[in-house]
């Protein structure tokens, strides 16, 4: 398997993700914590359909 060239830090705001969602191309990049160690994946999608909650002065 191969290593994404883009991660996602937990503490993204979701138009910086939306951003390097568009720069990269790809619809699903893997999030990573503060020590950079691997949490999850996070979809383009989900953020483009509100299951991903943020409050709106986040946006």
Sequence with gaps: MKASAA???KED????ILQVFDYTGVWNLPVVCEHN?????ISKSS?????????????
């Design 7 to 9: 991660v996602i830090h």
């Design 13 to 16: 705001k979701p138009l910086k």
């Design 37 to 41: 160690r691997f949490i999850g994946f």
């Design 47 to 59: 953020i483009l359909m509100g299951s991903v909650i943020f409050p709106i002065e986040t946006l």
